[in-house]
């Protein structure tokens, strides 16, 4: 059974909401393309359709459009989804996944085409901290010196 977890952007908002889909939801999304349009009912979102745009594999390799078939494979690329290039001119092969979905990929991004009844934020209410709760800080890394 294939796991995802499905990011569903919402450019009105700019706003990102993560949706966990298991079972046979997911496994109507194996062998779809990115670019294609699913619908929210997938994804929990009943009334919306949204559109893949991307993801990454169980490894964080991205998965490129312009590449075909749900393969891992080195390609050179000189710049694009998966790859800055630092100086002009740079080219470096990469691993990069293929645009279908298969049971290897983990993550899916999505964006919003058509929206439902309810807005988001209403579908996706915020995690409200309790009295004496800090919210999470990211501690900056320590350097170690020699």
């Known amino acids: 059974m294939a796991d995802f977890r499905i990011v569903v952007s919402d450019s009105k908002t700019a706003q990102a909401y993560q949706v966990t889909v298991t079972g046979a939801a997911a496994n109507k999304i194996i062998g779809k393309n990115i670019g ?3 619908s929210g009912d997938l ?3 009943s009334g919306y359709t949204l ?8 490894d964080g390799f991205p998965i490129r459009p312009d590449l075909p078939g749900p393969t891992r494979r080195k390609i050179l ?3 694009g989804v998966g790859f800055h290039p630092t100086h002009e001119g740079e080219r470096r092969r990469k691993s990069m996944r293929g645009r279908e979905i298969s049971s290897e990929v983990t993550q899916i991004n999505t964006v919003v085409v058509e ?9 996706f209410p915020k995690k409200e ?3 004496g709760e800090a ?3 990211k501690k900056p890394k ?3 010196r020699k």
């Open 36 to 38: 294609e349009i699913i």
């Open 43 to 45: 994804a929990g979102l």
């Open 51 to 58: 559109k893949l745009t991307g993801g990454t594999d169980k």
């Open 77 to 79: 690329v000189a710049g």
């Open 115 to 123: 929206y439902g009844q309810k807005p988001l934020a209403e579908i």
């Open 129 to 131: 901290l309790k009295e």
């Open 135 to 137: 919210p999470e800080e």
């Open 142 to 144: 320590e350097r170690k």
